[in-house]
């Protein structure tokens, strides 16, 4: 049955210059971080068109977390698990909510931040989160012969509709970056399991600074896994600034026309994932005029 397969060639590269090397001799071979995605696809192994694998475990510049005052910067290798412990005190409680929601304790030792970005067609819980906060994400792009390395904000790394907007065969991720001036009210919220039913499945995730009475710096992203990653630049426009408590009258209204441009823009959502986003978006909205009436 498996006659005529042959076995993939493993590539460890030891560091970046290693990697660049391989990179550009191996142009299809596939970047291999924790491998639960890679490993959870049909016919992973073996199969007929078995391409070469470069294995980022050996890269231990990758696995570094570093801080500043106004920044930390996360390896692409480093793990959920890792990121969960060493990051307590420091990071944002929406993304160590996020890190927390991943799977279970085992995956998360497995899973890569890198890798979990890097899906050529599926935004999952860690883009979502990450969006919202001040990330930006460093990439290092392999044409011809040449490397490059850019710096672009998350939001920039994905299409509309959750797809990788660089073309994935010739880029890795090596670290990101985030801010850490964020806004003092998040949530994160997931409806259904996003790997057994991402038909059905809905990750939002918002953040606001709330200034005396008023909204400032609204960031939200509503994900509906194979189906649209929702930014929507003019409803976070339109909410900061907003006074607090937002008439709930306004809220319905805004959730609607919400759902309006979400159905616009992305036929395959289902009803009743868009009847899901509109409810998660209103009860943010209200979790946070309950927070202002009472302080
Ligand atoms: C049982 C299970 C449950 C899960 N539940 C959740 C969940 O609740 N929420 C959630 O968000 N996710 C969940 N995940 C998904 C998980 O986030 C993905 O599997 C993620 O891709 C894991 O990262 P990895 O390091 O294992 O990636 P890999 O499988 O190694 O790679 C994933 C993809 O990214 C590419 N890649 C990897 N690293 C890089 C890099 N540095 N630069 C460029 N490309 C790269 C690979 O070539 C591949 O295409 C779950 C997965 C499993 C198996």
């Not at 509709?161 to 997931?190: C, E, H, P, W």
Request: net charge positive; proline share 4%.
């Amino acid at each position: 049955m498996y006659e005529g397969i042959r076995s993939p060639a493993i590539h460890i590269p030891k560091n970046m210059s290693e990697f660049n090397s391989i990179a550009l001799r191996y142009p299809k071979a596939r970047i291999w971080a924790g491998g639960t995605y890679l490993m959870s696809q049909k016919n992973y192994y073996p199969s007929e068109n078995n391409e070469d694998i470069i294995d980022l475990e050996g890269m231990e510049e990758l696995k570094k977390i570093t801080r500043t005052e106004r920044f930390v910067e996360i390896g692409s290798m480093v793990t959920a698990s890792q990121l969960l412990y060493a990051g307590k005190l420091v990071l944002p409680d929406i993304l160590l909510e996020t890190l927390q929601s991943l799977a279970s304790q085992i995956v998360r030792r497995q899973v890569t931040i890198g890798g979990a970005l890097s899906i050529p067609n599926l935004r999952l819980s860690l883009s979502t989160t990450l969006s919202v906060l001040d990330v930006t994400v460093e990439i290092k792009l392999f044409q011809g012969n040449k490397v490059s390395t850019q710096w672009i904000p998350i939001s920039r790394l994905y299409e509309k509709n959750g797809n990788l907007a660089v073309n994935s065969d010739k880029m890795l991720i090596t670290r990101i970056r985030l801010g850490l001036d964020y806004g003092d009210y998040q949530r994160f919220i997931i409806v259904e399991d996003p790997i057994r039913n991402s038909q059905e499945c809905v990750i939002f995730a918002f953040q606001a600074r709330r200034t005396q009475n008023a909204l400032n710096k609204v960031k939200f992203c509503m994900n509906f896994p194979h189906k649209a990653f929702h930014i929507n630049k003019e409803i976070e426009a339109r909410l900061s600034g907003e006074a607090l408590p937002i008439n709930p009258e306004r809220v319905n209204t805004i959730s609607y026309e919400l759902v309006a441009e979400l159905r616009k823009q992305h036929s395959s959502i289902t009803e009743l994932q868009l009847e899901r986003g509109r409810r998660m978006f209103e009860s943010v909205l209200h979790g946070m005029n309950s927070q202002a009436l009472l302080t």
